[in-house]
């Protein structure tokens, strides 16, 4: 079949307007669902969407997705595109050795990172782009988790299907934090080079003709950061997996337990606030004692403010635990704490809320789109304040019967507003409002 004819393919036509299955491709640069939004999101809307009856091929790179499985998702598939992997552990930043050197994609990916740069939503671009030229004809959407990379230019000629892109939110804001937060000039041009990708994810954006987002806030900082046009944008809520992120009574509460997730030790994520906000609170409750669901880092500013405030006993860090260990883990908590400077949406909130858990939470980007009103769902403190942080932990810890308010009002908002089954509905949406606007030759 050529190019033309499958441009003009009437299965996709009466897929959008028949509200049949879709043959959907969902690309991921990195996909660990067990650390960081980006994997976490793959997983549970793929696991929605097969389970509304559409085929979803997730097409993703190192770290590998992990997919759900079941008798109702036989039509969730993985295929891997390998990179070089240049930042596994326990080696990150290596040197591949001279056969592993497959192509030109390749030789840009390592000169890239050896002139400080992250080369992977752009190399992981172009690797999506060859593979889906030579399937064309094989979906009738594809659907890009952020890559926003040069290879996904060209529309449906070029990838064989109209694209539909996901962006959680600028990564510019991350860039502006960790440049806010640079200790010297020579610390800045690091920052500066790391996130010179984000130049190219701008200008992608901008002809992206279909864009989905997790929040209002983001939606907003889409339009000001990227400059993509507003009408281009549609809101999409993401959430919990709330059968497995429930109330668990036979869980024991552990006195003085706080919860955090955080997968990076980056400004953007808080923590070193949510540490200095313990050594207060620990001078009127010496049982507080925080967990980090997350990577311990062996310096840095969070690894100095631990050492700085003897805190080695009452910060722990957890990784490589399963779904049922971290949500018990959530269950055992007094209080599940959202430190964040900046969140696109938040889905730690919207897990521990799920559980019931009381929630404090900072108002920094859509966090309080997610958590909702203080004093009503969650406790609410400006970012950055450890101060307040540490009087709204305080407060929740002290008072077993605002624990229970804010946890079993918080679970109510999440059930009400925060699915999967809903993203994966609404997504389904706007797939077909591509599909249709390809089929009638509209240009957007």
Same mark, same amino acid.
């Given at each position: 079949m050529t190019a033309e004819a499958m441009e003009a393919s009437p299965r996709q036509g009466v897929t959008a307007a028949g509200g049949d299955s879709l043959r959907i491709a969902l690309l991921t640069y990195k996909g660990n669902p067990f650390c960081g939004g980006q994997g976490v999101y793959v997983r549970h809307l793929s696991r929605e969407l097969a389970r509304l009856g559409h085929s979803? %091929?997730?097409? *993703?790179?190192? $770290?590998? $997705?992990? =997919?759900?499985? *079941? %008798?109702? =998702? %036989? *039509?969730?598939?993985l295929t891997e595109i390998a990179s070089l992997d240049l930042y596994r552990s326990p080696d990150p930043f290596r040197t591949p050795k001279r056969d592993e050197y497959r192509d030109w994609i390749d030789g840009l990916e390592v000169a890239t990172m050896w002139t400080g740069g992250f080369p992977e939503p752009l190399t992981f671009s172009l690797r999506a782009r060859r593979m889906l030229a030579a399937r064309r004809g094989d979906f009738d959407v594809v659907h890009d988790n952020q890559t926003l990379g040069y290879g996904l230019l060209g529309g449906p000629r070029a990838i064989g299907a109209p694209l539909v892109t996901t962006i959680h939110h600028p990564i510019t804001v991350d860039r502006q934090l960790e440049l806010d937060a640079a200790a010297d000039w020579k610390r800045r041009a690091s920052v500066r080079r790391w996130y010179a990708f984000t130049r190219m994810q701008k200008r992608v954006a901008r002809r992206m003709p279909s864009v989905l987002t997790v929040s209002g806030t983001s939606r907003q900082e889409i339009v000001e950061h990227l400059g993509v046009r507003e009408d281009r944008i549609r809101v999409v809520h993401i959430g919990a997996d709330t059968d497995l992120w429930s109330p668990g009574p036979a869980v024991a509460e552990v006195p003085g337990r706080i919860v955090t997730t955080s997968s990076a030790d980056v400004p953007l994520k808080g923590l070193i606030h949510l540490i200095e906000a313990l050594a207060k609170l620990r001078t009127e409750n010496p049982d507080a004692h925080l967990v980090v669901v997350g990577k311990r880092a062996e310096d840095g500013p969070v690894a100095a403010a631990i050492e700085r405030y003897g805190l080695d006993g009452a910060v722990e860090f957890v990784k490589g635990i399963t779904d049922a260990e971290l949500v018990d883990l959530v269950r055992s908590a007094q209080v599940s704490c959202v430190p964040s400077l900046y969140e696109g949406f938040s889905l730690p909130a919207a897990e521990a809320m799920a559980t019931g858990t009381a929630l404090v939470a900072t108002t920094g980007g859509a966090i309080p789109e997610v958590a909702g009103a203080d004093g009503e769902t969650c406790l609410a403190v400006p970012p950055g304040d450890a101060g307040a942080l540490a009087a709204a932990l305080g407060r929740v810890l002290g008072d077993a019967d605002l624990r229970a308010r804010l946890g079993a009002a918080g679970r109510q908002r999440v059930l009400e507003r925060f699915t999967w089954a809903r993203a994966a509905q609404g997504t389904a949406e706007l797939y077909r409002e591509a599909v249709a606007a390809r089929s009638a030759g509209v240009r957007r």
């Open positions: 979803v %091929e997730v097409i *993703g790179s190192q $770290p590998y $997705p992990v =997919l759900d499985k *079941g %008798e109702d =998702l %036989e *039509g969730l598939t």
